[in-house]
Every structure is written in C-alpha cells, then in structure tokens.
C-alpha cells in the first residue's frame, strides 16, 4: 500500500506538470536518465544541449517506465517507444531531437539565449489564449475528425473571440500596433518582429 502510495504521488508530479495552464519549457543538458526523460516529455517545449544524452533505463533496473510512459509516447511515438524502452539505450541529443523529444537543439553556450527566445515568442501570445490553447490541444489530439469534434472548434474559437483579450489583440493587428499584454510582458517595449 505504501509503495503505491508513493508510485501515485510520483505519477500527480507528470500529470501536473503536463497538465499545468502556464506554458513550461524544459531547458535540457547533460545525463537525462528516466524520470527526468518523462519531465522532459511533458512539458509544452523542450530546448537541450548538444551534450545532453537520454536513456530510459528501467528495464534494466527490472522495473518499466510506466508513469511517464503517457508523455513519452505523446512526444515521441509508440514506434520510437518501442524501441527505447526496450533496449534501455542510451541515445544523443540529435537522436532527441530527430524523434519528438527535443523541439531545438543548440550549443551548451547558446542554451540560455535560446530559452530567452522562445519566452520572447512566448510572451506575445495572449495570456488566456495560451491556456485556451493549451486545452485546446488536450481535447482534440486523438479525438478523431468527428461532427462533435468540428462543432466544438467553431464554439471553441466563437467564445474566444469575443472575449476581451481576443478584441484587443484583433485591433492590435488591423491597427498594427502592439497588443496591450506584450510590452507588460517583457518588461520593455518588445521588438516589433516579436508582435506576431
């Protein structure tokens, strides 16, 4: 009882972090091993380092990757899961990049600025539309193309675009001017190639 209780605690911290409204991204180098390949998995973006290596290695621990095996899969595939949950491998970062894991691929030197970047890009998506989005996502991934589903994307984006924020970042665009959350955003007037 004890030990589930411990395995169900370990499994909320990944559904957590994938299910969280606030954009994550995984800054990524070094020895990922594991649970930290499942962190990786599930957060929104993932930027790592031409050092960083992977190895989910349970199996030759005797035991699976079960808890992250839901975010593995999403990011990664059944076919690549196969493969690398099987055989315990480890793998490098281009390998990362090339099946799902990584989103970019930089110098350890670069890492940082890369992340700025992308919060950058980040920062100018409107702050509910973010987690609309996120959401958005959630339901739709292995929905199917359904009348159901076709439905709800026309409510999805008729109730989005009549809220506030989305008014705002509409006369923002037809007026070519910055929408009112960016410059609050990045603390500074943001570049204009950063608008949209």
Excluded at 92 to 105: N, T
Excluded at 118 to 142: D, E, F, N, T
């Amino acid at each position: 009882e004890q030990n589930r209780k411990a395995a169900l605690a370990s499994a909320q911290i990944f559904h957590t972090l994938h299910t969280l409204k606030k954009p994550t991204i995984a800054r990524v180098h070094g020895a990922v091993r594991g649970g930290g390949v499942g962190l990786v998995a599930a957060c929104d973006i993932a930027i790592g380092s031409r050092d960083a290596t992977f190895r989910l290695s349970e199996v030759r621990l005797g035991i699976v990757p079960a808890m992250i095996s839901p975010y593995v899969v999403a990011a990664i595939g059944e076919r690549h899961a196969r493969r690398y949950f099987v055989s315990g491998e480890e793998f490098d970062s281009a390998e990362a990049y090339r099946i799902g894991l990584l989103h970019d691929l930089v110098e350890f030197d670069h890492l940082n600025a890369r992340i700025g970047e992308m919060l950058s890009q980040v920062y100018c998506g409107g702050p509910h539309a973010i987690v609309a989005a996120k959401q958005q996502i959630s339901r739709v991934a292995h929905a199917g193309i359904t009348a159901a589903v076709v439905a709800d994307t026309a409510n999805t984006i008729a109730d989005i675009r009549a809220t506030a924020e989305a008014q705002e970042g509409l006369a923002a665009f037809l007026e070519k001017r910055q929408a009112a959350w960016i410059a609050p955003a990045l603390g500074k007037k943001a570049k204009k190639g950063n608008r949209r």
